[in-house]
């Protein structure tokens, strides 16, 4: 009978013991990281688009991109961006993309990665006839902080062109890009 109350004891000090130790240590560890609530970002962005299965335009470019962003919290922000991408050719396609996207950003100190989803307005050019469409995109990237201030990143976004029956494009967009941006406090 005394080991079965020795044994009881045990079981009921070792989890009190290990929910002690865990609070001990959460309350001495650092906060949690800042990488962008309460913070603006600005962003430039160069890097490849493509139009992957086109046989009517071209399918290989440059793209080159601005952003703009607000944290709306620990993980949450929203971001507008404006690009345009050039696809060389004897006929160039000239294509101008402005948006609004929300970001997940899964903050891990200094390196970051980023999910996200857009709304977008397309506009193209190609022998002087222009074409508005509007798509829908999806956003894998990351985020590496140099500092408090700046950061660089990569990004890939694949906008599905949702209006591409009456449009020159093809349904599909890709557009991968390195970044750098700067965060500004604002409080």
């Not at 696809?87 to 100190?109: C, K, N, Q, R």
């Not at 397309?122 to 990351?142: N, P, Y």
Request: aromatic residues 10%.
């Amino acid at each position: 009978m005394g080991r079965n109350r020795r044994a009881r004891a045990l079981a009921v000090r070792r989890p009190l013991w290990i929910l002690g130790s865990l609070a001990a240590l959460l309350a001495v560890l650092p906060p949690t990281a800042r990488a962008y609530e309460d913070q603006a970002t600005f962003g430039v962005a160069v890097g490849y688009a493509g139009v992957p299965g086109s046989n009517t335009v071209p399918r290989n470019g440059v793209d080159v991109a601005l952003s703009a962003g607000v944290g709306l919290g620990d993980a949450w922000s929203i971001q507008g961006l404006v690009g345009y991408s050039v696809f060389p050719s004897a006929s160039a396609l000239h294509l101008g993309m402005a948006g609004i996207e929300t970001v997940y950003a899964l903050d891990i100190v200094r390196f970051v990665p980023l999910l996200g989803a857009g709304l977008d307005g397309l506009l193209s050019v190609r022998e002087r006839q222009t074409r508005g469409d509007f798509a829908l995109h999806f956003l894998v990237g990351f985020d590496y902080l140099i500092n408090p201030r700046w950061l660089v990143g990569a990004d890939v976004r694949g906008y599905w062109v949702t209006t591409h029956a009456q449009s020159p494009l093809d349904p599909f967009v890709i557009t991968a890009a390195a970044r750098v941006g700067v965060r500004f406090d604002l409080r």
